[in-house]
């Protein structure tokens, strides 16, 4: 979608010269790690409970998508060599 152009952002595109530009990345810049400090306040550190419970669902999905891909793994294998003994005695 285009942006219009209105005529605060004109004024402030004519604003943005020298000293404006640093400033105004200095103030975003400071709004930025505010709101970072404002957001880590908000993070609380997982009880012991909680660690062991999704380390067991990791490592149980862990073991079953790495059976599931030594299946195809060896099924593509089997077909592949067929395959190509077809294609060697043909």
């Known amino acids: 979608m285009a942006k219009v ?3 605060r ?3 402030a595109n004519a604003d943005d010269k020298g000293g404006n530009i640093v400033r105004n990345w200095w103030d975003q810049s400071v ?3 505010r ?3 404002n957001e880590m306040r ?4 997982p009880s012991w409970k909680e660690v062991q419970a999704t380390t067991g669902v990791v490592i149980v999905t862990v073991a079953l998508f790495a059976i ?3 299946g195809v793994d060896r099924i593509l294998g089997y077909f592949i060599d067929h395959l ?3 294609a060697k005695n043909a």
């Open 31 to 33: 709004g930025f790690l």
């Open 5 to 7: 152009a209105t005529s």
């Open 84 to 86: 190509l003994a077809w």
């Open 42 to 45: 908000k993070v609380t550190t």
């Open 68 to 70: 599931y891909f030594y």
């Open 9 to 11: 952002s004109i004024a």
């Open 35 to 37: 709101d970072v400090r």
